[in-house]
């Protein structure tokens, strides 16, 4: 699965599920790198039900991971602001 993960990016894949859109061709169609060439086997592996327990919980996945990005955006300016006399 963390494999999958890294082949979609989650703003255009996996974004898209709480809000109820789990079309597998649909779906599959985001992926990009080496999945693109595996479409077929990736449609069938995203087939399935996605409850709405399913739904919150990766809803709340991608806040947190939004919210851990701005962080670390915040962090590098620092850092880069810090380290600007050198």
């Known amino acids: 699965m963390f494999q999958i993960l890294w082949a979609f990016h989650p703003k255009?894949?996996?974004?898209?599920?709480?809000?109820?859109?789990?079309?597998?061709?649909?779906?599959?169609?985001?992926?990009?790198?080496?999945?693109?060439?595996?479409?077929?086997?990736?449609?069938?592996?995203?087939?399935?039900?996605t409850s709405p327990h399913q739904r919150l919980l990766l809803k709340t996945i991608l806040a947190h991971i939004d919210f851990l990005t701005e962080q670390m955006d915040m962090l590098d300016q620092k850092v880069a602001r810090r380290l600007s006399p050198y």
């Open 12 to 49: 255009t894949c996996f974004a898209r599920l709480p809000g109820g859109i789990d079309d597998p061709e649909e779906l599959a169609g985001m992926s990009r790198r080496t999945l693109k060439r595996k479409k077929p086997e990736l449609e069938l592996a995203l087939q399935g039900y």
